[in-house]
């Protein structure tokens, strides 16, 4: 394990960044609050394969016991996946689970912080966090879109999950300068379903074209990262509709709840897989799947 700028690179990872290999980060808040005992496990083992089928190495991160690591061993993967008491970390409580020795995952806004202090360009998850479904009275904004204003990561996703606001989302987006590219579509996807109704701002229909764009970027000194969103696979999508029924019960038993903060994303998805009688989950899995293959495609691309 080789440490720099405070990060714990695994031997694979280190290896690969240091040849200009291609690398593509991958996010733990899914493995410990997105999804649950064993499909979480089976789903973040099978995202790594997949990275490494289309010739990029994966790069799993995670705070564990304080110390931020880039690329997660099988031992460790496991531990994440059966622990219930790992801190959800994101901008604001990164650096505190690294000064208090905590063991935390990282949303996608702090996996992106982690990537770029890495060196690692591109990211694959399922879902970014966004504006909320009665964002104008909760103030609930996910720190994802923040940190893609901010941070240089191109972060391949299905689209924003549609237990939030899309159409605030993509107006957030637009506000902060963050590019989002359809991939070959021109309609912006809704996590679980392939359409949410919106257009996506921009189209791009080969992964080449993602990593020229990235380029272009750079060369205009842009800064931020870009949203690339990939609708999930037709066979694996479920109808708009029969999906709303699910969230608008999860969403209404949040609100009873009392259901605030951090909390709120983990309970909707853990409902929404309860609701569904495990059909989300089997979407949401394939939907991962596809975004690492797409990314990883595109970390080749930007290496070669
Ligand atoms: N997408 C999923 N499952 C998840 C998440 C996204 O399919 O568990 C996680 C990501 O880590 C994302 C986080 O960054 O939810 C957003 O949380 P919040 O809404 O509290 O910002
Ligand atoms: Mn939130």
């Given at each position: 394990?080789?440490?720099?700028?405070?990060?714990?690179?695994?031997?694979?990872?280190?290896?690969?960044?240091?040849?200009?290999?291609?690398?593509?980060?991958?996010?733990?808040?899914?493995?410990?609050?997105?999804?649950p005992h064993p499909e979480n496990l089976a789903t973040a083992r099978?995202?790594?394969?997949?990275?490494?089928?289309?010739?990029?190495?994966?790069?799993?991160?995670?705070?564990?016991?304080?110390?931020?690591?880039?690329?997660?061993?099988?031992?460790?993967?496991?531990?994440?996946?059966?622990?219930?008491?790992?801190?959800?970390?994101?901008?604001?409580?990164?650096?505190?689970?690294?000064?208090?020795?905590?063991?935390?995952?990282?949303?996608?806004?702090?996996?992106?912080?982690?990537?770029?202090?890495?060196?690692?360009?591109?990211?694959?998850t399922g879902g970014i966090g966004g504006v909320h479904r009665g964002?104008?009275?909760?103030?609930?904004?996910?720190?994802?879109?923040?940190?893609?204003?901010?941070?240089?990561?191109?972060?391949?996703?299905?689209?924003?999950?549609?237990?939030?606001?899309?159409?605030?989302?993509?107006?957030?987006?637009?506000?902060?300068?963050?590019?989002?590219?359809?991939?070959?579509?021109?309609?912006?996807?809704?996590?679980?379903?392939?359409?949410?109704?919106?257009?996506?701002?921009?189209?791009?229909?080969?992964?080449?074209?993602?990593?020229?764009?990235?380029?272009?970027?750079?060369?205009?000194?842009?800064?931020?990262?870009?949203?690339?969103?990939?609708?999930?696979?037709?066979?694996?999508?479920?109808?708009?509709?029969?999906?709303?029924?699910?969230i608008a019960q999860a969403v209404a038993e949040a609100d009873a709840?009392?259901?605030?903060?951090?909390?709120?994303?983990?309970?909707?998805?853990?409902?929404?897989?309860?609701?569904?009688?495990?059909?989300?989950?089997?979407?949401?899995?394939?939907?991962?799947?596809?975004?690492?293959?797409?990314?990883?495609?595109?970390?080749?691309?930007?290496?070669?």
């Amino acid at each position: 394990m080789t440490k720099s700028l405070n990060l714990a690179l695994s031997a694979e990872v280190g290896q690969a960044l240091a040849g200009g290999r291609p690398v593509v980060a991958l996010e733990s808040t899914i493995v410990t609050h997105g999804m649950p005992h064993p499909e979480n496990l089976a789903t973040a083992r099978r995202v790594e394969a997949v990275v490494r089928e289309h010739g990029a190495v994966p790069a799993t991160i995670a705070v564990v016991n304080g110390e931020v690591r880039v690329g997660l061993d099988a031992a460790t993967l496991e531990e994440l996946a059966v622990a219930g008491d790992v801190m959800k970390l994101s901008r604001a409580d990164l650096a505190f689970a690294v000064a208090s020795g905590r063991t935390g995952s990282t949303t996608v806004a702090a996996t992106m912080i982690v990537a770029a202090l890495a060196g690692i360009r591109v990211f694959a998850t399922g879902g970014i966090g966004g504006v909320h479904r009665g964002a104008e009275t909760s103030f609930d904004i996910s720190a994802d879109l923040e940190e893609l204003a901010r941070t240089p990561v191109a972060v391949v996703c299905a689209g924003a999950k549609a237990i939030l606001d899309i159409g605030k989302t993509l107006e957030f987006l637009e506000t902060k300068g963050v590019p989002v590219v359809g991939f070959r579509t021109d309609g912006f996807p809704a996590f679980w379903s392939r359409h949410s109704g919106l257009p996506a701002p921009l189209r791009l229909d080969e992964a080449s074209d993602i990593a020229a764009f990235q380029a272009a970027r750079d060369g205009l000194a842009l800064g931020g990262g870009m949203l690339v969103a990939n609708p999930v696979p037709e066979a694996a999508a479920l109808a708009r509709d029969l999906v709303e029924t699910w969230i608008a019960q999860a969403v209404a038993e949040a609100d009873a709840g009392g259901i605030t903060g951090k909390a709120v994303t983990p309970f909707l998805l853990k409902r929404i897989v309860e609701l569904s009688g495990g059909r989300s989950l089997t979407t949401n899995i394939a939907l991962i799947e596809a975004n690492a293959a797409l990314a990883a495609d595109i970390a080749v691309a930007m290496a070669g």
